[in-house]
């Protein structure tokens, strides 16, 4: 299933995009898209049995897209998760995750305005697949039971201010947690929809010229490794987001001058099969 939030900010209702591409209202079915509904089989069993039926009410398909998933508890990030992106930036590959913490209001929908923060001069780009936990998981064993415990996946931009990540020292959260720096969407896709999320492309383009093109088969710690290594730190919940790290073409991995990004750039990045994105960015 393709789940998605549709409404003005703040005020989203739960919907599905059925197959013919049609926007189908579940607000009569469940109270939101969020961690209960995705830890509650039965009542995702009800959504899929309404979805086949085809009697869900129709929604205008101009409306507002949101994030896809509501009240998130966490957003844990990992860094330096591609071979390729670790060569661009001449960084070693990590021997374990790099992880970071990302706070749930840096959230906002797809198509959502991103904001270059005051005074920042290294506003940078990051195409990740991000990964739904849909299962309590804690001190997981193996990679398979991490994979299964994921509820699905969606397309999250980790927006990055590169000279308060690594100048301006402590922590890399500085850099990570501006206003707006987490578009994700524009649907939550159902892992039955994702048969191996180590064979998906990712695409980021900067007003129109092609920045990113990689797979997640150059990650060098999978999906299902990662949700096992961070359930032996921290408590994973259901509605918890991971979002797994970026290929090679950010702008801090190019010659200079590096084309950071500036107010009036448009940005458009996808994840094969979980739809695309699209901000223009403003100055705060």
């Known amino acids: 299933m393709k789940l998605l939030r549709v409404g003005t900010a703040g005020a989203e209702r739960p ?65 330096l998760n591609y071979h ?46 991000a990964v739904v936990i849909g299962r309590t998981a804690r001190h997981l064993e193996s990679a398979e039971e991490g994979l299964a415990h994921v509820a699905g996946y969606a397309v999250a931009h980790d927006v990055s201010e590169r000279e308060f990540q690594i100048e301006r020292g402590g922590t890399w959260d500085k850099g990570k947690n501006c206003e707006t720096f987490n578009p994700l969407g524009p649907w939550l896709v159902t892992a039955d929809e994702v048969p191996d999320p180590q064979r998906l492309a990712l695409r980021l383009w900067v007003n129109g010229e092609l920045k990113q093109d990689g797979t997640t088969a150059e990650q060098i710690f999978p999906v299902g490794e990662v949700v096992r290594y961070v359930s032996r730190f921290m408590t994973l919940y259901p509605g918890d987001v991971i979002n797994t790290g970026t290929p090679a073409g950010v702008a801090m991995g190019r010659p200079e001058p590096k084309p950071y990004l500036r107010a009036g750039d448009v940005v458009e990045l996808e994840v094969e099969g979980l739809g695309r994105q699209r901000q223009v960015l403003k100055d705060a």
Do not use: M, N, Q, Y
């Not at 209960?36 to 899929?48: I, K």
């Not at 897209?65 to 009240?71: A, F, K, M, S």
């Not at 998130?72 to 990030?77: L, P, R, T």
């Not at 970071?100 to 005051?118: E, I, M, Q, S, Y």
């Open 15 to 79: 919907a599905l995009l059925d197959a013919d591409g049609t926007l189908r209202d579940l607000s009569a079915l469940v109270d939101d898209i969020d961690g209960a509904l995705l830890a509650d089989e039965a009542a995702l069993a009800r959504v899929r049995a309404a979805a086949d039926s085809g009697e869900l009410p129709a929604l205008d398909a101009g409306l507002r897209i949101g994030p896809p998933l509501g009240r998130i508890g966490k957003i844990v990030c990992i860094g």
């Open 84 to 129: 390729d992106h670790a060569r661009e930036t001449g960084a070693e590959p990590p021997a374990e995750p790099v992880v970071f913490l990302k706070a749930p209001d840096t959230v906002v929908g797809p198509d959502d305005t991103v904001l270059v923060p005051r005074g920042s001069v290294k506003t940078d780009w990051e195409v990740e697949l």
